[in-house]
């Protein structure tokens, strides 16, 4: 077994032996290439997506089948959610090989190629978006439960079943979408969005964003009207349920279940929390606007990495041991001549991630919203501020860092 540790690396051997035969693998430019050792039987090449850079975990996209006359090589992933340090949600991907013979069936082998972060989930989808070269036959992963674990957010346990799904008919048959469910015990209050909006951005937008990838609405359903039967419609995979409207006060179970649909555009923001806090789950159009909604946008692996960024920008352990909101209205505050070196270092870190476009139009739709109290508030601010970043990370285009710096300042001018 072979297992890499977030070392940037870009060649694995190793070896395997099943049914009195020895095999060799390699894989080494993106290319993994597994032989038999003795005479007669063909080399099976599998193209994958690597990841190479600063700090980097290898990232391996291998999925697929080989066949010959007697053997078939499998590769499948599996995903494991884990929570480490109680606040951040880390993603392991384990990718194993599997080598079934037609007369025995599974043999039981298998070689652990790579682990990775979730962040290097974004860089999978330049490969799944890549024309198969005709050397790989799917299997059909039309319903794959890759997940079923337990972990601990804000005080909130999650269940987790993970699916990986495909459309038969998709023009590269590399591509999967996912449709997951999640199960939250006990609600009781308002700490419920911020836990599912996590769930949802690290589990969909990190895993698989795609730029032609909407959501297009949530559902929530009482757990026992959970129903069991999944309904297949194009390349989604959901199970049926009724939805209900919710009060954080009242303690009830939920189960969320997503649907996904695949449109134009881009990862829809569908979370959105009316003035009297009652969570309402609406039809979000194509266009993203809808009648009486406002965005909330909480994303609290953000705020680890902008308090790494205070921390360095302020030696004092009274600063450092503030909250994220106390450390933004002392930076405001106090410092507003080093506003631009902590937005230079912001620009530095995603410098070509950044949507300008979008993140302009965020905020036009902020200032129209005058009549709610929070635009005013520095909270608020921040979730803007979270939101900004989310943008740094999931697009890429090329700005000029005067423009960004610009429109970060419009932010702070709220």
């Known amino acids: 077994m072979s297992e890499l540790k977030g070392e940037c690396v870009t060649m694995i051997k ?32 599998f193209n994958t997506y ?22 078939t090589v499998i590769f499948k992933p599996r995903v494991i959610i884990s929570n480490q340090n109680n606040n951040v949600i880390k993603i392991k991907i384990d990718y194993y090989i599997t080598l079934k013979n037609k007369q025995t069936g599974y043999d039981g082998i298998s070689i652990k190629i790579a682990k990775m972060n979730y962040l290097n989930f974004v860089e999978y989808l330049k490969y799944l978006d890549e024309k198969e070269n005709g050397d790989i036959n799917l299997l059909d992963f039309r319903v794959v439960k890759s997940v079923k ?39 009781q209050n308002s700490r419920f969005l911020v836990a599912l909006d996590k769930i949802i951005r690290d589990f969909l937008s990190f895993l698989f964003y795609r730029g032609d990838i909407n959501i297009k609405e949530i559902r929530l359903m009482k757990k026992n009207d959970k129903d069991e039967n999944y309904d297949r419609i194009g390349e989604m995979v959901f199970p049926e349920f009724n939805a209900h409207n919710y009060n954080f006060n009242q303690k009830v179970e939920l189960y969320p279940s997503i649907r996904i649909r695949y449109i134009n555009g881009h990862i829809g923001k569908i979370l959105e929390l009316i003035s009297n806090n009652d969570l309402y789950l609406k039809h979000i159009p194509e266009n993203g606007h809808g009648r009486d909604m406002r965005r909330v946008e909480k994303l609290p692996y953000i705020i680890e990495g902008f308090e790494i960024e205070f921390d360095k920008l302020y030696n004092n ?65 921040v979730e803007i501020m979270e939101v900004m970043i989310y943008d740094l990370q999931l697009r890429r285009i090329d700005l000029a860092e005067s423009n960004i710096i610009g429109a970060l300042k419009v932010l702070f001018s709220l």
């Open 14 to 45: 190793g070896n395997a032996k099943y049914n009195d035969q020895d095999y060799n693998f390699i894989y080494e430019g993106s290319i993994l290439k597994l032989t038999l050792k003795h005479k007669g039987k063909p080399d099976y090449y």
């Open 50 to 71: 690597c990841n190479v850079g600063n700090n980097c975990l290898v990232s391996l996209f291998i999925i697929g089948e080989v066949k010959d006359s007697r053997d």
């Open 149 to 187: 674990e337990i972990f601990n957010y804000k005080g909130i346990d999650i269940s987790c079943s993970f699916h990986v799904v495909r459309d038969i008919n998709y023009k590269y048959p590399l591509a999967v979408y996912p449709a997951f469910d999640l199960y939250f015990n006990t609600i």
């Open 317 to 381: 352990k009274n600063i450092q041991n503030m909250s994220f909101v106390q450390k933004i209205e002392y930076h405001i505050e106090h410092n507003n001549d080093t506003l631009s070196i902590f937005l230079h270092k912001i620009y530095n870190k995603y410098n070509k991630e950044f949507n300008l476009e979008s993140f302009l139009s965020d905020i036009q739709r902020i200032q129209t919203l005058n009549d709610y109290d929070e635009i005013k508030n520095i909270s608020y601010i």
